[in-house]
């Protein structure tokens, strides 16, 4: 028996991430629509939340943030940050084959 972990992001609980947090307010819809292309993968790594998250931080406006990044960090910095509160917009389900 093989049972498979397969993690996948909530796009919904992205958006409304992205908007509690004042975030992707630098973007256009087309920017916007390419973010979210990225995040319709299985198994999503850790590598593929790096570049999401970096396209979320890339396309916001840090001094209008409400809370994951600011002014006082360094870019990289932000971003792992902001990581924390993407990857709490993953789930995980498992799938068993024999």
């Known amino acids: 028996m093989k049972i498979k972990e397969i ?3 909530d796009t919904d609980k992205l958006r409304n991430m992205c908007i509690n947090n004042n975030w992707y307010t630098a973007g ?5 629509n390419k973010m979210f292309k990225m995040c319709q993968k299985d198994n999503i790594s850790t590598n593929q939340l790096f570049k999401i998250t970096k ?6 406006n840090v001094e209008k943030a409400k809370q994951g990044c600011s002014n006082e960090y360094s870019d990289n910095e932000n971003i792992m940050n902001m990581m924390i509160y993407v990857n ?5 389900f498992y799938t068993m084959t024999e």
């Open 7 to 9: 993690k996948r992001i």
């Open 28 to 32: 256009n819809t087309a920017d916007y």
């Open 55 to 60: 396209d979320i931080y890339e396309h916001t």
């Open 88 to 92: 709490d917009c993953t789930y995980v």
